[in-house]
């Protein structure tokens, strides 16, 4: 207990040392030196300059990368390139609880594909929501390539929403991709497969196999697909691939290129070539051009539409009668296929040609305006010419792939997979700008906000598939690499290589920092999947567990640092369902939740209710605790599940038998504790006087520090009354325990107050001169601090208020700093040394190093009040 006390004093006095300002770097040579030892070129050190944060720094954009093979979102931050967080998406995710608490299991459940889990995925295309063709920051879509499925997020919390599966489609590919007021979203199958769920011979891939593209309808304002509502466009199996929606002039049409035009269906066991070659025989393949708008009203007439699956799907016949659907031919299995922030361009990539095709969409809307064709395809769909459609075509080099767009007019960047190259050229003047290489076989780019009406510029993210000799080797399996590309001058330059340790994340899309809002915590009791106030939602006092039959259903409180209820005690067989609300306020205050043995975790955000479910059909002593190291008291906070078996007998095997302390140890103990935390309540007085005396209601960050500290510190009253009535009883145990529990709080009262006490100081204090900054460096590292403590005496006196101690202060402390000897003899000096029983070393200081000490201690008196 004592010891406890100390270690908490201490804690409030060193804590406020470390606010001394931070070492400053600099000055001196110190970059000079730091160059040197590292190799570093001055370009080295302007890239470094242009992507580094200090800390407390936020960055500019928000980068949202699809998670690959991993099913999962990555969030990053650009320019720094430092991420932010894994979002579960298709795969459960232990440390979001996801796939291992209810209310996530049930969002995963959305995700079955005809009764069958599907717990992985492979994620290619987020596409961020969009008001007016500029991305709103409120909602987050991305496709699974393998198991055609779509997956909602919501960007007040970044977490899951809803997922949905493509009733037709057996793989897709050209999704997800947002209209430009986010009511629809475009998803193109890849691989022909028959829309129903029945065998089909291959022999039978021109009738029966199909692609196509579902148009999903998206509310906005609730950030919800609503599957009734959309429709899917039937198209030829030609293997449909990228996809992008019209905007502005082309708003309503949606276009989608494709490969396999041949129609080839492989088959190298009976001796035929390989789908490699016969897919790509043909000089041309098609991009789709669609009417989506047109479509739409269509298929609310039952006359136009098939149901397949439950889901309405319009056939070619029906979409070629009205003027719906054309195709246009396109060099040979093409990758991208990008609309220009105006919607009147749309680039093609070559992929196997080294071309990119700029088409015009103008002029493609002549050719259907005027029947102008070049012929049908086997299915009647009309065939526009595609030197006719086109704007022009530029020689890109090997492989091109993905556009992104700059605000500079006609300004492009083209990803080259082969040449491993970020091309920058204008798709107007049809000419190239600039190169840049990438490490290595780049797939997507990304520039900022770059396929909105509203592209950033500044920035290009290369996302490299292989990283080959960029990184410390880990093995054959090597990390895949993103490098972020400075695009504001007329040279590109290449900054930093970031890996990405998590599958193949093939695409990424950005968004300024500033445009979104998420939350820091729930309204109290929410279920974060559905919104709504969950059925477990329990608050202090009302912490229970009910029984059913074998039903036990427990409501459960967290808050730091313990679980309500303590015990639960269930027989072997019963269904446990736990509920647990997290109390806190505050803000970065989750606990997480699991109990041993049983396969379930929760992570309990402050409001949340997360709930987990389990059979205990494992007999023994089960203990739960909390995941997060959520304070001091983090350990203590558990308690046991204990599984009976209700047919087997239990023999009590109390016989130890705990020595006893007399009625005056036990005053004795209560006393001493008592008076432990008077005196913490005294330091908690002292960093409460401060917080007002600095007014730290101004600063709302450390305000909300602050309220979550009264909150502990306001629990103490009830604590009180309990140890008071147990003394009424005469039961000093008890009383001691309660005591205890009041040096609990206090403790996170103070957790938390120096916290705010650490962040004002910081709001508050002067800010040091280059010159005391370095004095404070040089303070540091010539080994003053060995015995001098700011704001305290350790083994050698505090030096605040120093300079003020002598006459000429300033002088004096530099002369003795240089030659501490010459005043061994003068009676301050010398009562000092025997005080301490250490004399002053020589440390021999530079006259510059003195100089700037003498800065810093100004500074430190000038601040004495926060030390
Ligand atoms: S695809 Cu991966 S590099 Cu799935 Cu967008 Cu082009
Ligand atoms: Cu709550 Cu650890």
């Known amino acids: 207990m004592e010891r406890g006390f100390k270690l908490l004093s201490s804690l409030v006095l060193s804590s406020t040392l470390l606010t001394t300002a931070s070492i400053a770097a600099g000055g001196d040579g110190a970059l000079d030196k730091v160059m040197k030892a590292r190799g570093l070129s001055e370009a080295d050190v302007v890239r470094a300059a242009k992507t580094y944060n200090p800390t407390g720094v936020h960055d500019k954009y928000l980068a949202f990368s699809s998670g ?77 390539k393998a198991n055609p499925r779509i997956a909602v997020i919501d960007l007040s919390d970044f977490e899951t929403k809803q997922i949905v599966v493509n009733p037709v489609f057996k793989s897709e590919h050209g999704g ?102 016969g897919m790509s025989r043909n000089d041309t393949d098609y991009l789709h051009v669609y009417n989506w708008k ?59 040609d080294t071309h990119a095709s700029v088409y015009s969409f103008s002029k493609i809307q002549t050719l259907i305006k005027n029947k102008d064709y070049a012929g049908t395809d086997p299915y009647g769909i009309p065939i526009l010419d595609m030197k006719k459609a086109l704007h022009g075509q530029l020689e890109l080099g090997l492989g091109p792939l993905h556009n992104q767009y700059s605000p500079i007019d006609g300004e492009i960047y083209t990803s080259l997979y082969v040449d491993s190259q970020v091309v920058k050229w204008n798709f107007k003047t049809l000419k190239v700008l600039d190169r840049v290489n990438v490490h290595y076989n780049i797939g997507h780019l990304a520039g900022m906000e770059s396929n909105t009406a509203d592209p950033q510029g500044e920035y290009i993210i290369a996302l490299n598939k292989l990283s080959i000799d960029r990184f410390n080797n880990v093995g054959p399996l090597h990390p895949q690499n993103h490098q972020l590309i400075d695009i504001s001058g007329n040279k590109m330059d290449l900054l930093v290589d970031m890996p990405i340790p998590l599958g193949e994340p093939h695409d990424v899309v950005t968004i300024r920092a500033s445009k ?64 647990m609300t997290n109390l806190e306020r505050a803000e970065d205050e989750t606990h997480g939740f699991t109990v041993d043995n049983y396969n379930v975790h929760a992570s309990v955000e ?51 038998k705990m020595a006893t302390m007399s009625k005056e140890q036990l005053n004795a103990e ?8 008077k005196a913490t309540d005294d330091v908690i007085q002292s960093v409460v006087k ?32 309990l140890s ?6 005469g039961d000093f145990e008890k009383a001691v325990l309660f005591e205890n529990m009041i040096w609990q709080y206090m403790v996170k009262t103070a957790d938390v107050g120096i916290r705010a006490k650490d962040l004002l100081v910081k709001f508050v204090a002067t800010k040091q001169s280059p010159e005391a900054a370095r004095g404070e460096v040089a303070f540091n590292e010539g080994g003053c601090s060995g015995c001098h403590v700011i704001g305290k005496v350790s083994s050698g006196p505090d030096l605040t208020g120093v300079l003020g101690r002598h006459e000429n202060g300033a002088k004096w402390v530099a002369d003795f700093i240089k030659n501490p000897k010459e005043k061994f003899e003068d009676p301050y000096v010398k009562a000092m040394i025997d005080y301490f029983n250490l004399r002053m070393p020589d440390q021999n200081m530079k006259d510059e190093e003195v100089k700037n000490i003498i800065e810093y201690l100004k500074w430190v008196d000038s601040n004495a009040n926060l030390f």
């Open 294 to 352: 047109k479509l739409a009203e269509l298929a609310k007439d039952p006359k136009n539409v098939k149901v397949i699956n439950g889901h309405r799907v319009v056939p070619m016949d029906i979409a070629v009668k009205n003027d719906a659907l054309f195709l246009i031919p396109e060099p040979k299995s093409p990758h991208g296929v990008d609309v220009d922030p105006t919607g009147e361009y749309i680039v093609v990539c070559g992929k196997l």
């Open 606 to 656: 402050p409001g949340k209710v997360a709930t987990v479910k389990f059979k205990a059909d494992l007999e023994g002593v089960f203990p739960y605790y909390c995941t997060e190291f959520c304070s001091a008291l983090h350990l203590e906070m558990m308690g046991y599940l204990m599984v009976k078996d209700p047919n087997k007998k239990y023999e009590s095997a109390q016989k130890l």
């Open 68 to 144: 690959g093979q991993s099913g999962q979102v990555l969030v990053y931050g650009v320019p720094s390139m430092r991420l932010l967080k894994y979002i579960a998406v298709f795969t459960p995710e232990p440390w979001q609880g996801y796939g291992f608490d209810e209310e996530s299991k049930k969002v995963l459940d959305q995700g079955k594909i005809r009764g069958k889990d599907i717990t992985w995925g492979d994620t290619h295309h987020p596409a961020l929501s969009e008001t007016d063709a500029k991305a709103d920051g409120k909602w987050l879509i991305i496709n699974d």
């Open 690 to 721: 401060f917080l007002k005396e600095n007014h730290f209601e101004k600063h709302e960050v450390v305000k909300n520090l602050v309220t979550d500290a009264l909150d502990q510190y306001g629990k103490i009253p009830e604590q009180k009354k």
């Open 724 to 729: 008071d009535a147990a003394i009424k009883e």
């Open 516 to 579: 979104l809002h998420p939350k820091v915590r729930y309204e109290m009791g929410t279920n974060s999947r559905t919104e709504q106030i969950s059925e477990g939602k329990t608050l202090a006092g009302q912490e229970r567990i009910e029984r059913k039959g074998n039903d036990v259903k427990v409501y459960a409180t967290l808050v730091r640092s313990h679980i309500n209820p303590e015990r639960i005690t269930v027989n072997k067989g019963d269904n446990v369902t736990i509920y």
């Open 176 to 277: 997800s991709f947002f209209t430009q007021d986010s009511e629809w979203i475009i998803e193109a199958a890849q691989y022909a497969a028959p829309f129903d769920n029945n065998y089909h011979p291959i022999e039978d891939y021109k009738e029966s196999y199909r692609g196509g593209v579902t148009m999903w309808k998206f509310d906005p304002k609730h950030g919800r697909i609503q599957e009734k509502d959309s429709y899917t466009i039937e198209l030829p199996p030609y293997m449909q691939d990228l996809s992008d929606a019209g905007k502005k002039v082309s708003h309503g049409w949606g276009f989608t290129n494709s490969f396999n035009s041949e129609m080839y269906t492989g088959g190298i066991e009976v001796g035929m070539p390989p789908n490699e070659a």
């Open 670 to 677: 209560y006393d001493k504790t008592v008076a432990v935390n």
